[in-house]
């Protein structure tokens, strides 16, 4: 199997932060990561190739753990997903299959994934891929949203996930392994988003905010209002 990529084999997170960051439920990045024992029985994990114990998450993982979550909300049972995980990771050789290049990018990407699915049999759940009508193969809602938020560091066969959009919508509110250690920060910048939100909720202006850290009133709105979503989702969740 190939050398990991460099950006994706970077310890990022601990395991709760993942839950905290994707606004999973505690103990489901845990759970797909790094696979759980219920009663006598254990469940391998998807992201990872075995059960570690390794709490540290690196950034390959997290990106893969981003995609997982897009399925967790349209009800795909994770057990479904493996199986597809390991062929891909075999037929890419390469250690994050979600988060490759070669499965976004590459043409013959998706047809690639189509037949990985069909062998497994997930093509009967909701898919990565959907054949539409003419036979066409395109990628399924949740696949289509996850690579609207990715950015790559080239768009190559070898390209990494250099960082996530935190909200599809919210073009510059990043997650970036290298800036704010992963939490959600201004594009450029260190400057977290709960920082800013917090202050904004203690009675600073946006306007005071923008001075305060040097930004754009445009890109402190963005924050707030990204800050604002996120808080309503923890309620909804």
Partial sequence: MSNVVDLLSRPVYGLPQVDRVLGLRPGTARRWIDGYDRGRKHYDP?????????????WGEFVETRLLSEYRNAGVPMLKMRPAVIALRDEL????????????????????VRKVQEKVGLEHQLSLVVVRT??????SDEAMAFSQSVE???ETVDGQVERLLAKTD??????????????PVIRGRNVRTEVLGELYEAGET??????TYELSPALVDEAVRYELWRARSAVAA
Avoid: H
Wanted: charged share 25%.
């Fill in 46 to 58: 998807v992201v990872r190739e075995q059960t570690t114990g390794d709490e540290i998450v690196t």
């Fill in 93 to 112: 050789q390469t250690q994050y299959p979600l988060a490759s290049a070669k499965t976004w990018l590459v043409v013959g990407g998706q047809e690639l």
């Fill in 134 to 139: 003419g036979q066409r193969v395109m990628w």
């Fill in 152 to 154: 790559w560091t080239e």
């Fill in 170 to 183: 919210i073009r510059d509110v990043v997650l970036d392994p290298l800036r704010g250690f992963g939490e």
């Fill in 206 to 211: 946006v306007a005071g905010l923008a001075e």
